[in-house]
C-alpha cells in the first residue's frame, strides 16, 4: 500500500511493508524526503526522534553514505520525542543509541544536537528541555496557542498503546499546556522526560514505526477496535495542522487486514 507523500493536513497514512528491514529502508527514505522539503522551504529541518529498538536499524541506514549523503546534515536540529532519566552513558539512553548508530557518524554540528538531559533531575530537566526548545524555534511567550510545529517527529508504539513517555495511566498524557514534561512511568518503574502531546500534533509530519508481533494486538485496537473508551495514547496523535503516516511490518499488520486499515 503505498502512500502519497503530499496527503492533506490530518490525514492518518498508513503503509504495511514485509519485514523490519524494508520498514527501515522507507522510514530512511521518507527522512532524506522530509528533510529536503524542510531546507528548501524554510532552511531546516527539525526532527525529534523516537526511543526504544525499533529506530535503530533506521539510525544505523542514515549513516550510510546512501542516505547520509543525501541529507544537508548543517542545516539539521535532532531533537527527541523522549529520554529515559538516567546518564546519557547508560546502554538504555535513547540519546546513546542514536550517537552510537548515527550521530557520531554524521557532519552535524553539536550545537544541532538537542539532547534532554536523562541525568538532571525529571522536572528540572523537562524545564530546561522546554526553555531550549522555545530557543530553537524562537517561541517565548508563553501563550495556549504557541505550539511550533516540528518539521519531523518519529514515534513508537508500546504494546500498552503508549508513545513517546505518554503512557495510558500517565500524568503526561493530560499535559495541555506545558510542551516538556516529566512524569514517572509506573509500567517500566522509570523517570521519563517526554515531549507533550499537544505538542506532537502539532507537528508538520509524524511518522510511527511499528514492527513485530508483539505489536499486533494494540494495532487492532488503535484502528480496528478501539476497545478503550479513552483512546490510547498513540491513537490520540492527529496532527491538527500535519499529517501523521503509520508504516507497520506484517507481523504487526498480522491481525489487521490491510483491507481494513483505512486512513482516516
Ligand atoms: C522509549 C520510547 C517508546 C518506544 C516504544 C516502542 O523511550 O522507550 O520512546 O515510546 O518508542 O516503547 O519501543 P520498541 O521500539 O523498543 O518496541
Not at 62 to 75: E, G, K, M, N, P
Not at 222 to 234: C, E, K, M, S, Y
Request: glycine share 4%.
Amino acid at each position: 500500500m503505498e502512500t502519497n507523500e503530499h496527503a492533506r493536513p490530518g490525514a492518518r497514512e498508513i503503509q504495511v511493508v514485509a519485514t523490519p528491514e524494508e520498514l527501515a529502508y522507507v522510514a530512511a527514505e521518507t527522512v532524506v524526503l522530509r528533510a529536503a522539503d524542510a531546507i528548501r522551504d524554510h532552511g531546516r529541518f527539525i526532527v525529534a526522534l523516537s526511543g526504544g529498538s525499533t529506530p535503530d536499524s533506521l539510525f544505523h541506514l542514515l549513516a550510510t553514505s546512501a542516505f547520509a549523503s543525501r541529507i544537508d546534515w548543517q542545516h539539521v536540529h535532532v531533537c527527541w520525542g523522549d529520554e529515559r532519566c538516567i546518564s546519557p552513558r547508560d546502554a538504555r539512553s535513547n540519546y546513546r543509541m542514536a550517537c552510537d548508530a548515527f550521530l557520531e557518524r554524521v557532519p552535524i554540528p553539536t550545537a544541532h544536537v538537542h539532547r534532554m538531559r536523562g541525568e538532571d533531575a525529571p522536572q528540572a530537566a523537562a524545564a530546561a528541555y522546554e526553555a531550549e526548545l522555545r530557543e530553537l524555534f524562537n517561541v517565548h511567550a508563553p501563550h495556549d496557542d504557541d505550539f511550533p510545529a516540528f518539521d519531523l517527529i518519529l514515534l513508537g508504539l508500546g504494546a500498552d498503546g503508549h508513545t513517546a513517555s505518554l503512557f495510558p495511566d500517565g500524568t503526561a498524557l493530560r499535559e495541555q499546556r506545558r510542551w516538556v514534561v516529566a512524569d514517572y512511568a509506573k509500567s517500566v518503574s522509570m523517570w521519563r522526560i517526554t515531549l507533550t502531546l499537544p505538542l506532537i500534533n502539532a507537528s508538520h509530519h509524524v511518522l510511527f514505526l511499528v514492527a513485530g508481533a508483539d505489536k499486533a494486538e494494540v494495532v487492532q485496537q488503535i484502528f480496528i477496535a478501539p476497545t478503550h473508551t479513552v483512546l490510547l495514547p498513540a491513537a490520540r496523535v492527529a496532527p491538527t495542522r500535519g499529517v501523521v503516516r503509520w508504516i507497520l511490518d506484517s507481523a504487526a499488520a498480522a491481525t489487521t487486514p490491510g483491507s481494513r486499515i483505512t486512513s482516516a
